[in-house]
């Protein structure tokens, strides 16, 4: 599988999550690659990014709630969310930043009470 995103279920707001990435050596070895979201009704939009050297970048809402990692030796991407709320709700997926696989199925976040 070129990119597997897991980790996502229902949390109530306030909680936390998460999320792991496998990706391919091929597609992991690039040098940035970052966590996307789209929520129901709206377009794929960027979360997180960061670089194999660990510099992260972040949306604005995200600054201070998202911590997104990586594990370069085991090819996985992570994404720590915490203080979740309900707009948080989405499919959450990875992939390079700019993108550039195929996306993968994605794994769904559900934020409600």
């Known amino acids: 599988v070129q990119l597997q995103a897991s980790g996502g279920g229902l949390v109530q707001p306030g909680g936390s999550l998460r999320l792991s990435c496998a990706a391919s050596?091929?597609?992991?070895?690039?040098?940035?690659m970052g966590w996307y979201r789209q929520a129901p009704g709206k377009q794929r939009e960027l979360v997180a990014r960061?670089?194999?050297?660990?510099?992260?970048n972040y949306t604005e809402s995200k600054v201070g709630r998202f911590l997104i990692s990586r594990d370069n030796s085991k090819r996985t991407l992570y994404l720590q969310m915490n203080s979740l709320k309900p707009e948080d709700t989405a499919v959450y997926y990875c992939n390079t930043w700019p993108r550039q696989a195929s996306w993968g199925p994605g794994t769904l976040v559900t934020v409600s009470s």
């Open positions: 050596r091929s597609i992991f070895n690039h040098n940035i």
């Open positions: 960061i670089t194999s050297g660990g510099n992260a």
